[in-house]
């Protein structure tokens, strides 16, 4: 076992210089952190916000595949606006059906006695 | 209801498109029809470009021009893509037959049925902005 594996980045102190990359292919010195991963201390109020974003993206996307497929129909491949049409329609699904369920929770609260 | 904003404006060129459709439906079973027609000259529906340029309008970002005169024009003309209406052309500059006729049968055919499939999709398209409305009022 060489010295490498057993001392990661995180034990080791002081400044870390970001290398130069010109391709996403290069490895980098610091590694950044996933911008996809939810940090753990954020809010639900975040969450839900990121959430909201995300389905209205969805929408916003497939309504511009629609009229990318009118004015440029060379460049918008037909399954990737059915496939545009399908996100849109889970994610606003999925956020419809969890304020349902949150307004069903509070219902439940207030009727407990 | 729904004008100024997204939903209506995608709702809005989807229907202007679909109308062109339905004219170029029209101006593609002419073509066809006429085929053997000595001296006749095939139409076109020239919609699609219009509008792209129009939208493409709304957005661009131009250098202001300086005006001094109301009769100066500017650099970037914004076009409504409301006024954009969809112009049959006549092809009179090809000749493919030596009767003066310049339908391509097979040609014509495949507009059909391109021009139908399109259709097709749009109305899957308008239908899905409809459903997705009625999701959230459901």
């Keep these: 076992m060489s010295l490498l594996n057993t001392i990661n980045e995180n034990m080791v102190n002081g400044n870390f210089v970001p290398m130069k990359t010109t391709s996403p292919l ?4 610091v590694k950044n952190s996933d911008p996809q991963e939810i940090p753990s201390e954020s809010s639900f109020a975040d969450l839900v916000r990121k959430g909201l974003s995300a389905a209205n993206d969805d929408q916003i996307e497939s309504e511009n595949l629609f009229v990318k497929m009118i004015s ?8 990737d606006v059915s496939i545009a049409m399908a996100k849109a329609n889970m994610s606003l699904q999925m956020t419809k059906s969890i304020v349902d369920k949150a307004v069903q929770a509070y219902k439940d609260i207030i009727s407990m006695r | ?3 100024g904003n997204s939903f209506g404006k995608t709702v809005d060129i989807l229907q202007r498109t679909m109308d062109t459709s ?5 101006v593609i079973s002419n073509n066809i029809a ?3 027609t000595p001296n006749f000259k095939r139409s076109d529906v020239s919609f699609e470009a219009e509008l ?11 250098l202001p021009a300086k005006v001094t005169n109301d009769r100066h024009m500017s650099f970037n003309q914004t076009v409504d893509y409301r006024s954009v209406r969809p112009r049959r052309v006549l092809d009179y500059l090809t000749e493919s037959k030596n009767n003066g006729n310049n339908v391509d049968i097979e ?4 507009m059909a049925t391109q021009n139908q499939m399109m259709y097709e999709l749009m109305s899957q398209s308008i239908g899905f902005q409809f459903t997705q409305v009625n999701i959230v009022t459901r």
Excluded: G, I, W, Y
């Design chain 2, 107 to 110: 040609q014509e055919m495949m």
């Design chain 1, 72 to 79: 440029d129909p060379d460049s918008v491949e037909v399954h």
């Design chain 2, 34 to 36: 006429n085929a053997e």
């Design chain 2, 1 to 3: 209801m729904f004008t």
């Design chain 1, 26 to 29: 290069h490895m980098k010195a």
């Design chain 2, 22 to 26: 339905l004219l170029r439906r029209e």
């Design chain 2, 52 to 62: 792209t340029r129009a939208l493409a309008s709304e957005t661009k970002k131009t």
